[in-house]
C-alpha cells in the first residue's frame, strides 16, 4: 500500500502565506512526478503545480510568481509555498505522485485526501 498525506492547510487572510506539504509512505521503490490540484467550490479540479524527480517544475498561469513547488527526494515529500494568497486560491489541495510501490511494484497514480486552504478576509 502506500499513502500521501497532505498537511499544512488553514484560514488565512488575503495576502498572506501557507506551506503545504505532502509525504509519502508505504510499500515504494520509486515516485516520479509529483504535484498538486486543487478544487475550489463549484468547479472542477484543476493543476496547480508539478515537480519530477529531477527538480523541474510547472505552475498554472494563475499561481506564477505566487507559489512555488519543491520536493526533498529523501523524505518522499513535496512541498507548495504559497505566497500572496487571494479568496480565488480558496479549495480543497490535493497532492499527487507518480509510485512505483505495492504489493506488485507497478507504476500508478495515488491521490492524497486533500486539506482545506481558505482565504477570506
Known amino acids: 500500500q502506500v499513502h500521501l498525506m497532505e498537511s499544512g492547510g488553514g484560514s488565512v487572510q488575503p495576502g498572506e502565506s501557507l506551506r503545504l506539504s505532502c509525504a509519502a509512505s508505504?510499500?515504494?521503490?520509486?515516485?516520479?512526478?509529483m504535484g498538486w490540484h486543487r478544487q475550489a467550490p463549484g468547479k472542477l479540479r484543476e493543476v496547480v503545480a508539478g515537480?519530477?524527480?529531477?527538480?523541474?517544475?510547472n505552475l498554472a498561469e494563475s499561481v506564477k510568481g505566487r507559489f512555488s513547488i519543491s520536493r526533498d527526494n529523501q523524505r518522499n515529500t513535496v512541498y507548495l509555498q504559497m505566497n500572496n494568497l487571494n479568496p480565488e486560491d480558496t479549495g480543497v489541495y490535493y497532492c499527487?505522485?507518480?509510485?512505483?510501490?505495492?504489493?506488485?511494484?507497478?507504476?500508478?497514480?495515488?491521490w492524497g485526501r486533500g486539506t482545506q486552504v481558505t482565504v477570506s478576509s
Open positions: 499527487f505522485a507518480e509510485v512505483q510501490g505495492g504489493p506488485d511494484q507497478k507504476w500508478d497514480s495515488y
Open positions: 508505504g510499500d515504494i521503490v520509486a515516485i516520479s512526478a
Open positions: 515537480i519530477t524527480y529531477a527538480g523541474s517544475t
